[in-house]
């Protein structure tokens, strides 16, 4: 599976990448039913999908929302951490897209309970398809959400603003204590479609300890819903370019696994 991947990878890239903290590593393998899902993870209308998974199961969120109460989001909480110098923190999710519209609003974020830090990567209908946000961190980040530039797909061609393209995209943040590169890679294949870099501001709060599944601040989606997959938050000590060249090893990996 893809968690084992990832692991295997980086024991053989470096020895500093042995020392990585692995806090979250989610495929949804283990879970007989969405009442087991539950035991886990705290569900809105979320289920578990046990048929179309990135491979096998996956959740499915159908869209819904609410009134900015995260009731109908699916979420995981964890001991807080964040990146000190030197450190980068990982967030990868995959997200299925059915292809049939842009007019979707369904995200993996990572965040502090209390509302200090959020990151959020997926589907957003303004600006754009395929986007990303970040919240509260200073250094010129802000609620806007910033669509994915210059799409280029897996064989050369750009992809044109507000596509849906049909598959399992992986999203990854990497996060250090002054910006969070983000990638976009279009079928999960190892090649990064988009990237996007935002500056930030550590401070007492720069912390996360959440991630939420579904709807941005539990927002319904006019569009329906996507499922989500391989879910992973590790903090490394090594700096971003190496990381970012691990995560499209085992990205790429998986795929011929």
């Known amino acids: 599976m893809r968690r084992i991947l990832t692991l295997t990878l980086a ?18 393998e283990s879970y007989a039913d969405t009442t087991a899902l539950g035991g886990v993870w705290s569900l809105g209308d979320g289920t578990l999908d ?14 819904t929302g609410g009134s900015f109460t995260g009731a109908n989001t699916n ?3 964890f001991p807080s ?3 000190g110098p030197g450190e980068t923190l990982i967030f990868q999710a ?5 292809g049939n519209s842009n007019n979707e609003r369904n995200t993996a974020g990572l965040r502090a309970a209390a509302g200090a830090n959020i990151i959020e990567m ?34 050369g061609a750009p992809v044109a603003d507000a596509t ?44 996360f300890d959440i991630i939420r599944l579904g709807g941005p601040s539990d ?9 989500f997959d391989n879910i992973s938050l590790t903090l490394v000590p090594e700096p971003t370019a190496a990381v970012l060249a691990l995560v499209g090893l085992a990205g790429l990996a998986r795929r011929r696994g």
Do not use: M
């Open 11 to 28: 024991a053989l890239a470096a020895p500093a990448l042995c020392s990585a903290a692995v806090i979250v590593s989610e495929d949804f």
């Open 50 to 63: 046990t048929a179309a998974g990135n491979p096998g199961q996956s959740l499915n969120h159908p869209g």
């Open 75 to 77: 979420s995981l909480s």
């Open 81 to 83: 951490v964040y990146p």
């Open 94 to 98: 995959d997200i299925y897209d059915d």
């Open 122 to 155: 997926g589907h957003y209908n303004s600006p754009s398809h395929y986007a990303i946000r970040t919240v509260l961190f200073g250094g010129g980040s802000d609620a806007v959400y910033v669509a994915f530039p210059n799409i280029i797909d897996d064989l």
């Open 164 to 207: 849906s393209v049909t598959g399992w995209h992986t999203y990854t943040a990497a996060i250090t204590d002054s910006n969070v590169t983000f990638t976009l890679d279009l079928n999960g294949d190892g090649n990064i479609n988009s990237t996007i870099v935002a500056n930030v501001t550590q401070n007492a709060a720069f912390e």
């Open 219 to 227: 927002l319904g989606s006019g569009a329906g819903g996507v499922k």
